[in-house]
């Protein structure tokens, strides 16, 4: 899809900044920092301020058009946000199960970003106990002490 028009499509206004920047961020494999954006701006003779790497960035990000990972000492690296990947979170003793985000994408960044290395997969498993079975055990452990207090 052209960039002007997926702006357009999300009540963005179009500027040859933001068409740019979002060209750049489809194109690329890694995420990116505003910094990256800037300097390969400078490196096509493209003329955008790095104040208005920031602001475009901060209005793709308000309208859910990338994601911002924090990477330590004030700096984060951006990427367009592509399908949603999600996990399931399984209570162990009645099964109850809760679709959850995955957190595992700011650590693949992180990794690619670091390493060069590109996950190619992973599995997360996650299992606790709900809110509804450990008030049930709270309960339980509850009244066994009161019954060895009689």
Known sequence: MEADIFLRENNIKVTKARIYI???LSKS???LTAEDIYNRSRG???D???STVYRTLEVFEKNNI???FNIGE???LYS???EKHSHILKCSLCNKEIKVPCPMKQIEELVKNQTGFTLTEHKLVLKGICSECS???AKSNKNDKDNKNC
């Open 44 to 46: 096509e003779n493209i």
């Open 29 to 31: 494999p890694n995420a």
């Open 48 to 50: 955008i301020n790095l």
């Open 66 to 68: 990338v994601e911002k």
């Open 80 to 82: 367009l946000v592509k």
């Open 22 to 24: 979002y060209m750049l």
């Open 135 to 137: 008030e049930k055990i």
């Open 74 to 76: 004030n700096s984060h």
